[in-house]
């Protein structure tokens, strides 16, 4: 499935959804005008460094079948944090932060993850899979990527999302996140709903001492028909607008 046709039709996305939700006017800006941003945030450019990164990790698992080095892995880090945010006027730094902090930063976070990332986590189905699927009553499909699609002995689906944070998050959090709802739909509707799926967050937290923390939940069928209506009651009418 390929990313790029997908996006080029009319869509939504987790975070075009969440945009709505959030501020419509936000949304309109971004999602119907289409106007830039003038400026990018340091956490996006570094998040989406990051996950370049770990998709290379995670080919290298899939392919050679064993983990590359933790240094390999902070030079393809460097590689990408260069890539993205070398020289760019663009990118609005947090107070004490800049290329230099966050490219040690960005090498710390994944020496932890090397370290603390348990060996043996199953089958790799899956990695930066794209998503589409349908909801009765939306005129657009909801499209996504999946970071990483897992299988255990068992047959048991483990769908896990990247995330890098200033603070680890609550349980309630997690069980909360719309995001993850939204995979849980996906899933279901590409090929795994006979499975049991569980969700996760592998999230690189950046605390004075780094650690990854990885978050598991499920999603009932409650919890699918509380999302499901918010987004036909919020953004559905509307979406018929979107690209």
Not at 88 to 111: C, F, H, V
Request: charged content about 30%; overall charge neutral.
């Amino acid at each position: 499935m390929n990313l790029a046709k997908l996006r080029d039709q009319p869509h939504l996305s987790v975070s075009s959804i969440q945009d709505y939700l959030d501020c419509s006017l936000m949304f309109k800006f971004r999602r119907i005008d289409k106007l830039a941003p003038e400026c990018l945030s340091d956490a996006q450019v570094f998040g989406t460094a990051v996950h370049a990164t770990l998709a290379e990790f995670y080919e290298e698992l899939k392919t050679a079948g064993k983990k590359m080095t933790a240094k390999w892995l902070q030079e393809i880090f460097e590689s990408h944090w260069k890539r993205l945010a070398q020289n760019r006027a663009d990118i609005q730094y947090k107070e004490g932060k800049n290329y230099d902090t966050l490219l040690l930063e960005g090498k710390e976070l994944l020496s932890v993850f090397h370290q603390n990332l348990p060996e043996d986590e199953g089958s790799i189905i899956a990695i930066e899979e794209p998503f589409t699927f349908c909801l009765d009553g939306l005129p657009v499909p909801i499209i996504g990527v999946w970071d990483l699609v897992l299988e255990d002995m068992a047959g048991v689906i483990t769908i896990v999302d990247h995330k890098t944070s200033s603070k680890a998050k609550s349980n309630s959090e997690v069980d909360l996140n719309f995001q993850l709802t939204v995979y849980h739909l996906a899933a279901k509707s590409n090929g795994f709903w006979d499975r049991e799926i569980l969700l996760r967050f592998d999230c690189l937290v950046k605390t004075k001492v780094p650690k990854l923390e990885q978050y598991y939940t499920t999603r009932s069928e409650v919890d699918e028909k509380r999302v499901v209506k918010k987004i036909l009651k919020s953004i559905g009418p509307r979406s018929s607008s979107l690209r």
